[in-house]
């Protein structure tokens, strides 16, 4: 009758993982996790980290070779292990620790080394790699294991105050932000580019924000002089969507706006009128001509942004039409 044979290698390979999984749990508190036959792909278990009897999320693959066949000596020092090329390549792929271990199931001892490249000598058919014979699994050695494993990090408490953040953008009505004389001085535009990102990650306030970002800029306050005829200010400003890409896509363009406005009047030739009014009011022209500037950077941003994030035709539409009728005054669609 042809039945399965259970064979001495089967045999070996248990005793191993049983073995190894006593040495883990005894030794180091931690959890180790066999892989099913018909997913061995060259990785036998898994083993979970515990850290003061919490379960981490961090593992450790490993591949085990069990019996006297696989200690052979390289030197006084080292086990000699040989492993196929497909694995080695499947091991230094992989995004967590492979522990290659070999059990001395006789004496019940389980040697490691983490894979690493500059650890594996290259052969033809054939990758090796040298175990030392003091690299016991043991509770001394758990130290050691868990300085090739990334260390716990604590997302929740990191994040609590990025979640509030969220909050106080979710509570908002327009967003107004407000720039510094120090960042306009240095030109610079991280602060507002990482609330760009940060709104963009979050599709609620992607869309919640879209139109309704005003900037307003302090520390001017003792210059009598308007925004756009400060230097410092104007170069801020007409660099803004070099430094800020899809700016266009949050700035407010209403008739309260303020901010697109001051660009305007930073990026076009002006002719200053004195009136002569009671009020300390500057009036002042510019060639309607000169807008075309002002427009070919907002829509090129515009563009730019809408097709990154793949929003429709009529949402960029509809924003054009909107920064047109704030910049010019003329609703395009009557």
């Known amino acids: 009758m042809e039945l399965p044979k259970y064979l001495e290698s089967n ?51 490993i591949q085990i070779k069990s019996g006297n066949s696989y200690l052979k000596a390289l030197n006084n020092e080292n086990w000699n292990f040989k492993g196929d090329r497909k694995h080695l390549n499947y091991y230094l792929n992989h995004d967590i620790p492979v522990l290659i271990v070999l059990v001395d199931v006789d004496n019940e001892i389980a040697y490691w080394e983490i894979c690493k490249v500059e650890y594996v000598d290259l052969h033809e058919k054939t990758w090796t790699l040298p175990i030392p014979k003091i690299q016991r699994i043991r509770s001394g050695q758990k130290e050691e294991i868990l300085n090739h494993v990334p260390k716990t990090v604590d997302y929740v408490s990191q994040l609590d105050e990025y979640w509030k953040g969220n909050k106080l953008l979710s ?9 510094g004389r120090d960042d306009i001085n240095d030109l610079n535009y991280q602060p507002l580019i990482e609330l760009i990102s940060r709104i963009c990650s979050n599709k ?54 303020q901010f697109l406005t001051v660009f305007v009047l930073s990026s076009v030739k002006l002719i200053e009128i004195d009136k002569g009014l009671k009020e300390h009011k500057v009036w002042v022209e510019y060639d309607n001509k000169d807008l075309k500037i002002v427009f070919d950077i907002l829509f090129a941003d515009l563009n730019d942004f809408t097709e990154a994030f793949k929003l429709s035709f009529e949402t960029n539409k509809e924003i054009s039409h909107n920064l047109a009728k704030c910049i010019t005054g003329k609703d395009f669609n009557e």
Not at 171 to 179: A, H
């Open 11 to 61: 045999k070996k390979g248990r005793n191993g993982l049983n073995i190894l999984t006593k040495i883990v749990e005894n030794e180091l508190g931690w959890i180790v996790r066999p892989n099913h036959q018909e997913d061995d792909f060259g990785i036998d278990a898994f083993i979970d980290i515990i850290i003061d009897g919490y379960v981490t999320g961090k593992s450790i693959a």
């Open 171 to 179: 509570d908002s009505g327009r967003l107004l932000i407000f720039v």
């Open 204 to 257: 609620y306030h992607f869309s919640k924000f879209r139109e309704n970002i005003e900037i307003g800029i302090h520390g001017f306050d003792g210059d009598n002089r308007e925004l756009y005829q400060i230097p410092e200010i104007k170069k801020w400003i007409t660099n803004i969507f070099d430094n800020v890409p899809g700016l266009t896509y949050f700035l407010a363009n209403d008739k309260h706006s």
